[in-house]
């Protein structure tokens, strides 16, 4: 037998990275001792595998919470000072993911330009330019002329030629933003005349102005550039910002759609699906947990059981523990008697399959040595 | 459903006999000792209980469905019945991705809206409630009759959209009769004077019965109908605070001495709830508790128990032909492990006292069961709270011990989390045999020595590590008769490598403990040089966390290559040697240990200068607004994190200057660097500086505007105005330094008092989700419902407990293995 059928046979038997290393580690053996080694290794393989009926939830809701516990409560935390954004540690971060909350305090994108561009600094810069958010108070002086009821805008001209913005496409964006038409666009003066029929309304447009977007992406406050080092020392740089919109970062010609990566739960489900949700938030729980040494397998089952139901579903009462199929269940945990109401209501009825229903009634969990069940086929005894 | 009609506002009759149709009718069950159910014929403890019911003369509203019940109003024709909305509407919705309330609360939300029924063409009138039992139609009154015949409207075919099961109707909401919950469910207690107490559900069934009657009365004697009204609305009160009395908006009902009344929702919601406190989380009996301390002695699979706790511990013990003999011992006996009870066949339980024992024994025979006290080795269940992981619960071997407190090995005090500052903790004695089998084969401590976080060891730690590291550093000895001393405590009876010497080295001493199956390279924080073994010999190298120790490889090769019980074995040796090595050398700290010699103060105090000028020097920058700031940072922001840098990378280095002046010898440093107990913060801090305070992680900012205190200067920016201190604790701190560092502890106090509520909250949530999932035969991980949450547990179906890191299979030493054949 050629090494080759030793390693296929063992090929739905092993692990597909156990095998690799395996491969890897038996370059140098002749195929008896391959063989033998493959099969040691399944033989300690089939050992270290977890036993029917372990509670694997209870286990992985353990390694966290007890190191929960250990956890500060240091919420912003520089993550090294060249990466340019804050991101949300510890506790909070792990309770933030685990209720797949929608407005996560510091959402942060990191974005990698096409690999052509990465080496190209310029060109980074530029991308960096188009994507952070400037609002035309940024780059313009905005002014009311409450006796004429005008709206006067001058453009700061070195910013102007900085970010590369024409008069010309401001007045249409705050055109867009308050629905008037530019009375007068000139170089260094743009000016709105907007009817209104009162200081205080007009004073709003004002504000309406200012708040206008004049160029980059919608909740982008703010872009870094990042120097990144490769293993052949090759600089390679990528833009991380403050605040995320994916939708519309994707759809910028240079950069990689396929390695960008946005930290908020909520976004990636809206824009990647729930398969990037299951990823994202099994990394970032690795992220947050990295310093506390728990095995990853507790956290991918934590980001499997969220993302279940094809939609990312928070723990606690409006998700998983208020979505379960035992009413007991639900009582057990929080709003007791509106879950007994809404039974009742719907004719519920109960299968006492999982653990709190059956702590509740008195019997042996389903779970360990309590999975064993012993059935007697009624008809057979009858003859 | 109900056993009896409940008419007569009572309870008992003069001479103290349940009244019939009164509330304690002997058909709704027996509270009495003596009597018997007039249903099922029980007595007191066989009788189960059974409902009455009240019939109500006017029907009320059933506050729990208030809400529901406004709903259906609204969603509802309130002619005809049916939803205000076409059917293809319905249809739609239904197909849509909601489900079950969701659903409901769509249909509902869009056909409140319509003002028109779709099918009955009828005018729909805009419905209020004001909570919690008041409907208006058109600010309108609407009585529970008029409710009651709209729901009664409702066709069947409309109550699944409705979120309503087809079995139910609707106008069920508004009730016409009542039940009357058994009387087992509201017992009444005999006080010793004699008088009769009654539970509070029979005292508000009382208000509601003599209501209801004088309702039936003024209805019957054609009463005008505003007193009508307003004894049907007393009715609605008494019903909606017989179901919940905390029910906003409406006073509760009080006993006559001012407390709220218990009703049926106060009983089932909450911690000390039916619910909570009674279903889901029971008192036991066969448990004790008692203040527990260390004993090195023992092994860490044993738990020392008082005796008095186990003369009052029993165990059952089924009498056989083959223990008939062993058990009449155990009731003829007068000391320590003998009978406590004896259950014959027929259940009769018998306390065994001196005056019945001879009677006892010549009755007993097989069949009969007694209940022997704890004794030594038998297994007993062990619990610190809080219960956060499952190594929270052992089993220990019991080891009958004088004294009143419980003893543990400290070796197993980390998984348990337990100090021995008072720290109390529990035991359980498991009764059956299976549960005396589970707790012995499934959460025995040498089972559980592998932690299922990530298969680390949690066992032996503190004194044990300091002990083995004086014991296998260079030089360290011990006289012939010492090592003999400390290998008979590990119950070795021979000399090192059978060699007759004078003097043996501390790791020719341990060598005795490993297996020679060992061999291993690990890093050492204490030698220069790597530990090694080699075939269960340390070659080279002072062992330390990394080898023993919660974590350390030796154990957990140990583990690996002999089994469980001999490193459980390993374990207890080693901490019975090193404890008893540590009092013959001798280990204790003195403030000498944390002086240091001019030269290091000198050297230090440079460093704290350089630092801080260096720091200075960003700050002028700054104000100039010369400093260049860091990308995505203002230059605030950036002054701060370059200070703070800086004044972290100070800790270091006064870090590594006392680790150069101090000598290894010195007992505190043994104990850091071998990572027994302390870090080299608490050096630092006590010899050299404190280092920077800080506040929510930043520097001191609070207190006045621009400085902390009003005795500096305004607008600060300098290292010692913002929390930097230079002072180590043996030099003191002065009064403003004081201030700084109690900012800095206040703020670490609030932090962790915050984080042990969020995290214990964050706790229960997670494994309440996750309580469910399980790994079933085809190693998929499912929920209750069957629901695959994985395919293959963990992608690989590899247990965290048997991994270290990634997989746990060391390829290079199966290959080793394979080679050398």
Not at chain 1, 29 to 46: P, S, V
Not at chain 1, 128 to 142: G, L, N, S, V
Not at chain 2, 235 to 259: C, D, E, M, W
Not at chain 2, 564 to 580: C, Y
Request: glycine share 6%; proline share 5%; net charge neutral.
């Amino acid at each position: 037998m050629a090494k080759k059928d030793i390693y296929k046979e063992y090929q739905d038997k092993l692990p597909e990275k156990l095998l690799e290393k395996a491969k890897e580690k038996s370059q140098d053996l002749n195929q008896k001792q391959t063989k033998e080694m493959l099969e040691k290794t399944l033989k300690e393989y089939e050992q270290r595998k977890i036993e029917p009926g372990e509670a694997a939830g209870g286990i992985a809701a353990q390694a966290i919470g007890e190191r929960a516990t250990q956890m500060t409560l240091k919420t912003f935390h520089v993550a090294g000072l060249s990466e340019g954004v804050s991101v949300v540690q510890g506790l909070p971060r792990v309770e933030e993911l685990v209720e797949t909350r929608k407005n996560p305090k510091r959402e942060v994108c990191m974005i990698k330009p096409k690999k052509e561009f990465e080496t190209n600094r310029e060109k980074v810069e530029e991308i960096r330019a188009k994507i952070e958010e400037t609002k035309a108070k940024d780059i313009a002086e905005i002014e009311e002329d409450f006796a004429e009821e005008k709206i006067i805008i001058k453009p700061d001209q070195e910013k102007m030629k900085e970010l590369n913005l024409e008069p010309k496409e401001i007045a249409e964006k705050i055109k867009k933003k308050i629905r008037r038409t530019p009375e007068e666009v000139k170089k260094d003066k743009i000016i709105f005349k907007p009817n209104s029929s009162s200081l205080k309304s007009l004073r709003r447009y004002v504000e309406k102005t200012e708040k206008t977007r004049v160029k980059g992406v919608e909740e982008i406050e703010r872009a870094t550039l990042v120097e990144k080092e490769t293993e052949e020392g090759e600089t390679r740089y990528e833009i991380h910002t403050d605040g995320t919109n994916m939708e519309e970062i994707l759809e910028i010609e240079e950069v990689d759609s396929k390695r960008t990566y946005s930290n908020s739960v909520p976004e990636t489900y809206k824009v990647l699906g729930i398969e990037a949700t299951r990823e994202i938030l099994y990394r970032e729980l690795v992220k947050v947990t990295e310093e506390y040494g728990i095995n990853k397998r507790h956290l991918l089952l934590i980001a499997d059981a969220l993302t279940r139901k094809g939609r990312p579903t928070p723990i606690g009462r409006h998700g998983l523990s208020g979505e379960k199929s035992s009413v007991l269940a639900r009582a057990a945990f929080e709003e007791q008697v509106k879950h007994l109401l809404k039974a009742a209501q719907k004719g519920e009825k109960d299968p006492l399959k999982g653990i709190a229903e059956n702590i509740i009634v008195g019997n042996p969990i389903p779970m360990g040595t309590g999975t064993v069940d012993l059935k007697i086929d009624l008809e057979q005894q009858k003859k | 459903m109900s056993a009896v009609r409940i008419v007569v506002p009572d309870i008992y009759d003069d001479a103290g006999y349940p009244i019939e149709g009164g509330l304690m009718d002997l058909k709704m069950g027996v509270v009495n000792p003596g009597l018997r159910c007039k249903t099922c014929g029980g007595r007191k403890d066989t009788c189960p209980g059974h409902f009455g019911h009240i019939e109500l003369v006017r029907p009320v509203i059933h506050v729990g469905y208030n809400k529901k019940i406004y709903d259906l109003l609204r969603t509802t024709c309130s002619e005809c019945g049916k939803i205000t909305l076409k059917e293809e509407d319905v249809k739609e919705i239904e197909k849509g991705p909601e489900k079950g309330v969701y659903q409901f609360r769509k249909i509902r939300n869009k056909a409140k809206k319509k003002n028109k029924c779709p099918h009955c063409e009828a005018e729909q009138k805009e419905i209020k409630l004001v909570k919690p039992t008041t409907y208006k139609e058109n600010g309108q009154i609407l009585r529970p009759t008029e409710i009651r015949e709209k729901l009664e409207r409702i066709p069947e075919e409309h109550l699944e959209p409705l979120n309503i099961s087809k079995k139910n109707r609707p106008e069920w909401m508004i009730m016409t009769v009542l039940p009357v919950p058994p009387a087992t469910t509201r017992p009444s207690i005999t006080l010793e004077s004699g008088d009769r107490s009654e539970d509070d559900l029979t005292h508000k069934l009382i208000d509601l019965l003599r209501i209801n009657q004088r309702l039936a009365d003024n209805l019957s004697t054609g009463a005008p109908q505003p007193i009508i009204e307003d004894l049907w609305d007393l009715l609605q009160y008494h019903v909606t605070t017989f179901i919940n009395n905390s029910t906003t908006g409406i006073p509760a009902a009080k006993h006559r001495s001012g407390k709220s009344l218990q009703t049926l929702f106060e009983r089932l919601k909450g911690k000390e709830g039916r619910i909570k406190g009674n279903l889901t989380g029971k008192r036991v009996n066969f448990s004790g508790r008692s203040v527990i301390s260390p004993d090195p002695s023992i092994s860490i699979g044993e738990v020392g128990i008082p005796k008095q706790m186990a003369e009052e511990l029993t165990v059952p013990m089924k009498v056989t032909e083959k223990n008939l003999e062993k058990a009449k011992e155990y009731i003829e006996r007068e000391e320590h492990p003998k009978a406590n009870y004896i259950r014959k066949p027929t259940g009769e339980k018998i306390k065994v006292t001196e005056l019945n024992k001879e009677e006892l024994i010549e009755q007993i025979e097989p069949g009969y069961e007694i209940e022997r006290q704890l004794k030594d080795n038998d297994p007993v269940v062990f619990n610190r709270q809080p219960s956060l992981h499952r190594l929270s619960i052992m089993t220990h071997r019991a080891k009958i011990m004088p004294g009143k407190t419980i003893r543990i090995n400290d070796g197993i005090a980390l998984p348990y989390n337990a100090d021995f500052d008072g720290d109390e903790m529990n035991i359980h004695i498991p009764q059956t045999t299976e549960a005396q089998v589970e707790a012995d084969n499934l959460l025995e401590v040498k089972e559980n020595l592998l932690s299922p976080k990530d298969g680390e060891i949690l066992a032996g730690h503190q004194d044990y590590i300091t002990g083995l590291a004086i014991m296998t550093r260079e030089n360290t000895t011990f006289t012939k008769k010492q090592t003999l001393r400390l290998l008979k405590k590990a119950e070795i009876n021979r000399l090192p490598g059978d060699e007759d010497k004078e003097e043996y080295t501390g790791r020719e001493i341990i060598n005795e403990l490993i297996p020679e199956s060992i061999t291993l390279e690990e890093k050492s924080n204490l030698s220069e040089e790597n530990v090694k073994i080699e075939n269960g010999e340390i070659k080279q190298g002072t062992l330390d966390e990394n080898t023993f120790g919660p974590g350390g490889s030796l154990t957990r090769q140990i583990l690996d290559e002999e089994g469980k019980a001999e490193a459980q074995k390993f374990i207890d040796q080693m901490g019975i040697i090193t404890v008893e090595a540590i009092m013959m050398k001798g280990h204790t700290i003195s403030m000498e240990n944390y002086e240091l010699s001019k030269e290091t103060v000198k050297k230090q105090e440079k460093v704290l200068e350089q630092k801080q000028e260096e720091a200075k020097k960003d700050i002028e920058k700054y104000r100039k607004g010369e400093l260049e700031s860091y990308p995505g940072k203002t230059e605030k922001e950036t002054l701060e994190a370059k200070i703070r840098e800086k004044m972290a990378e100070v800790d270091g280095e006064l870090r590594d200057l006392i680790y150069e002046e101090q000598n290894i010898e010195d007992h505190s440093i043994i104990m850091t660097k071998s990572g027994a107990r302390g870090s080299w913060q608490n050096l630092v801090q006590m010899s050299s500086a404190l280092g920077q305070s800080a506040v929510e992680g930043k520097r001191l900012d609070k207190g006045y505007k621009g400085r902390i205190l009003p005795h500096q200067e305004k607008d600060t920016l300098a290292p010692q105005d913002k929390g930097f201190i230079p002072n180590s604790f043996i030099d003191g701190l002065t009064p403003l330094q004081l201030f700084q560092n109690s900012m800095d502890g206040r703020d670490s106090q609030i932090d962790t008092a915050l984080n042990t509520q969020d995290s214990g909250y964050l706790y229960k949530r997670i494994s309440n989700a996750l309580l469910d999932l399980k790994v079933v035969q085809d190693r998929s991980v499912r929920n209750a419902e069957n629901e695959i949450i994985q395919f293959k547990y963990g992608g690989d179906q590899i247990h965290p407990q048997n991994t270290r890191g990634e997989v746990g299979i060391d390829l290079d030493k199966i290959k080793r293995k394979v080679q050398n054949q």
